[in-house]
């Protein structure tokens, strides 16, 4: 900006001022206006002020516009290409993560029926302490990683999993003892859930708000790519050559993600400004002004050391505590709504309804299934929101389960009842495999990457990831004991109920994250509904 020479005479320094004011509220203004698109309220308020024929600011103003700004614009030149590679990069890790969960149902028949691969006897018993260990393994890991994440960043830390999926296969490959596939299939659990909270915290991290839902859901679409792929490529090799390719997935996604950048909010937390303004250039093109999205990175930074407390002082927020029952209650629901149960007799299901499909296609149909409404998802989540997908996908799921219950009720009863009522479960088994990789399936995950701020971030995601596996360990574990004691109709009526209460959680306790930026997702979970457009000018 110019400034008067102590050589200008006095008429005109008055007027070279004007002019450098006027030059100055036209700068401004046009931020502001730029500003208001990333959400910043104090580019709003300007914005305003102007409209009102008032574009005098200050210093102070044009001092904190840029820091003020919400991260995650819609800049004209921003570039979405590249976070949409960064995305599926990441979830390149996921992948890995699907085959190590769908490799127990190719494995089961031919380790435990037909005594393939091992020089040792597998009974069922033992195999399902082999399906489990790898939730167990997730479980124990997800508290650590969150301080791992902070510790070395996102990238460095989902890198550095490859390790333990390498050990992990090559140990399940060549085992010696059932100890060693417990082991094996625990320390496979270890990488799993260590990318369950890695992948979504660096997704949302690096993605714009417009497109955070779409970015985020892909975590859970690779997950199911990497079940389907293993049920495709199982029906066609044996168990040893299906191990070995899992084994080597995790190289090809350790040499594809190594060339991702690392996430901008964990660079600039570390003060590593010039990497962190190469990274966001690399997510939204050469041509994207990255000044307004730094400042708001810096300023959420300083506030959040300024503020700085330990770990338990954090979670004691009120702000934390909401979304920590939030996250943590989508995973609860998330594995009592009976995912497992369809699961574990779909190949029944499609048996008794006499629809000439073997079990292994059965399998394959799902995985399909799973696939393509995941897939889906990822397109309508930014659009319906991510409430409407969860009401949508529990009332259908609880229908679904209710009906299920009723036809093996009868059946129990009577097996004439059901002679023509084989396409029930079979369509009750479709829809809920649909709206649950719709709903349920995908969005606790990418909302567990939304709720939480920046500094507690890590080690309330890993709580909830604590959560999630540790249920999916007991229901797993109790669904016979559930069978036994309650029937197969009233195992399922019980998830219906479940899935009912949680319709109910969902409707009254879990904010829409569709379109706010994350800081304006902490506004309103602290009370503030208020948007930037609601906002009135200053007067």
């Given at each position: 900006?110019?400034?008067?020479?102590?050589?200008?005479?006095?008429?005109?320094?008055?007027?070279?001022?004007?002019?450098?004011?006027?030059?100055?509220?036209?700068?401004?203004?046009?931020?502001?206006?730029?500003?208001?698109?990333?959400?910043?309220?104090?580019?709003?308020?300007?914005?305003?002020?102007?409209?009102?024929?008032?574009?005098?600011?200050?210093?102070?103003?044009?001092?904190?516009?840029?820091?003020?700004?919400?991260?995650?614009?819609?800049?004209?030149?921003?570039?979405?290409?590249?976070?949409?590679?960064?995305?599926?990069?990441?979830?390149?890790?996921?992948?890995?993560?699907?085959?190590?969960?769908?490799?127990?149902?190719?494995?089961?028949?031919?380790?435990?029926?037909?005594?393939?691969?091992?020089?040792?006897?597998?009974?069922?018993?033992?195999?399902?302490?082999?399906?489990?260990?790898?939730?167990?393994?997730?479980?124990?890991?997800?508290?650590?990683?969150?301080?791992?994440?902070?510790?070395?960043?996102?990238?460095?830390?989902?890198?550095?999993?490859?390790?333990?999926?390498?050990?992990?296969?090559?140990?399940?490959?060549?085992?010696?003892?059932?100890?060693?596939?417990?082991?094996?299939?625990?320390?496979?659990?270890?990488?799993?859930?260590?990318?369950?909270?890695?992948?979504?915290?660096?997704?949302?991290?690096?993605?714009?708000?417009?497109?955070?839902?779409?970015?985020?859901?892909?975590?859970?679409?690779?997950?199911?790519?990497?079940?389907?792929?293993?049920?495709?490529?199982?029906?066609?090799?044996?168990?040893?050559?299906?191990?070995?390719?899992?084994?080597?997935?995790?190289?090809?996604?350790?040499?594809?993600?190594?060339?991702?950048?690392?996430?901008?909010?964990?660079?600039?937390?570390?003060?590593?400004?010039?990497?962190?303004?190469?990274?966001?250039?690399?997510?939204?093109?050469?041509?994207?002004?990255?000044?307004?999205?730094?400042?708001?990175?810096?300023?959420?930074?300083?506030?959040?050391?300024?503020?700085?407390?330990?770990?338990?002082?954090?979670?004691?927020?009120?702000?934390?505590?909401?979304?920590?029952?939030?996250?943590?209650?989508?995973?609860?629901?998330?594995?009592?709504?009976?995912?497992?149960?369809?699961?574990?007799?779909?190949?029944?299901?499609?048996?008794?309804?006499?629809?000439?499909?073997?079990?292994?296609?059965?399998?394959?149909?799902?995985?399909?299934?799973?696939?393509?409404?995941?897939?889906?998802?990822?397109?309508?989540?930014?659009?319906?929101?991510?409430?409407?997908?969860?009401?949508?996908?529990?009332?259908?799921?609880?229908?679904?389960?209710?009906?299920?219950?009723?036809?093996?009720?009868?059946?129990?009863?009577?097996?004439?009842?059901?002679?023509?009522?084989?396409?029930?479960?079979?369509?009750?088994?479709?829809?809920?495999?649909?709206?649950?990789?719709?709903?349920?399936?995908?969005?606790?995950?990418?909302?567990?990457?939304?709720?939480?701020?920046?500094?507690?971030?890590?080690?309330?995601?890993?709580?909830?990831?604590?959560?999630?596996?540790?249920?999916?360990?007991?229901?797993?574990?109790?669904?016979?004991?559930?069978?036994?004691?309650?029937?197969?109709?009233?195992?399922?009526?019980?998830?219906?109920?479940l899935t009912v209460l949680g319709v109910v959680f969902v409707f009254l306790a879990v904010p829409e994250t569709k379109g706010k930026s994350l800081n304006e997702i902490q506004?309103?979970?602290?009370?503030?509904?208020?948007?930037?457009?609601?906002?009135?000018?200053?007067?």
């Open positions: 900006m110019s400034t008067a020479s102590s050589s200008n005479s006095s008429g005109e320094e008055p007027n070279k001022k004007a002019s450098s004011s006027n030059e100055e509220s036209s700068h401004l203004l046009e931020s502001a206006e730029n500003g208001a698109k990333y959400g910043s309220r104090q580019a709003v308020k300007i914005v305003k002020a102007s409209e009102n024929g008032r574009t005098n600011s200050t210093p102070h103003d044009q001092e904190n516009l840029l820091g003020n700004m919400v991260h995650t614009s819609t800049s004209n030149n921003s570039r979405k290409l590249p976070q949409y590679v960064a995305a599926l990069a990441a979830a390149g890790g996921a992948f890995a993560c699907g085959t190590v969960l769908g490799w127990t149902s190719p494995a089961e028949t031919a380790i435990v029926d037909d005594h393939q691969r091992y020089e040792f006897n597998v009974d069922k018993d033992q195999f399902s302490w082999v399906g489990s260990a790898m939730t167990l393994g997730a479980a124990c890991v997800c508290i650590p990683i969150g301080f791992l994440i902070n510790l070395i960043g996102r990238k460095w830390t989902m890198l550095f999993l490859v390790l333990p999926f390498i050990v992990g296969w090559a140990m399940l490959i060549w085992a010696a003892n059932v100890g060693m596939l417990y082991a094996s299939r625990f320390i496979l659990g270890i990488a799993g859930g260590a990318f369950c909270v890695t992948a979504p915290m660096y997704t949302g991290e690096i993605a714009q708000k417009e497109i955070r839902g779409t970015l985020g859901s892909y975590f859970q679409l690779m997950i199911t790519i990497g079940i389907l792929f293993v049920y495709a490529v199982g029906a066609g090799v044996d168990i040893f050559w299906l191990s070995v390719i899992c084994g080597l997935l995790p190289l090809v996604f350790g040499a594809i993600f190594f060339f991702m950048p690392e996430s901008p909010t964990y660079l600039v937390a570390k003060d590593r400004s010039e990497n962190a303004i190469k990274s966001i250039q690399w997510l939204r093109g050469k041509e994207y002004d990255y000044e307004p999205e730094l400042a708001e990175l810096r300023e959420t930074d300083r506030e959040t050391k300024a503020n700085k407390v330990n770990v338990w002082a954090a979670l004691n927020r009120p702000v934390t505590r909401k979304a920590l029952a939030i996250s943590m209650g989508l995973m609860f629901f998330q594995q009592v709504c009976g995912i497992n149960a369809v699961i574990f007799y779909a190949s029944r299901i499609f048996l008794e309804a006499k629809t000439g499909i073997e079990a292994e296609w059965a399998s394959i149909l799902i995985g399909i299934m799973q696939v393509v409404a995941t897939f889906v998802s990822t397109l309508v989540v930014d659009k319906l929101g991510r409430r409407i997908l969860l009401l949508a996908s529990g009332i259908c799921m609880a229908v679904s389960t209710t009906a299920i219950g009723v036809y093996f009720y009868l059946q129990k009863q009577d097996e004439t009842q059901v002679e023509n009522l084989g396409w029930l479960p079979v369509a009750s088994l479709c829809l809920f495999i649909i709206m649950f990789s719709m709903g349920y399936g995908p969005v606790p995950w990418l909302m567990m990457g939304e709720l939480f701020a920046t500094d507690i971030k890590g080690f309330a995601g890993s709580l909830a990831g604590t959560s999630n596996w540790l249920l999916a360990f007991v229901v797993t574990k109790t669904f016979v004991n559930l069978n036994d004691g309650l029937g197969i109709g009233g195992t399922f009526w019980l998830f219906a109920g506004l309103e979970l602290a009370g503030n509904r208020s948007t930037p457009e609601a906002i009135p000018a200053e007067k």
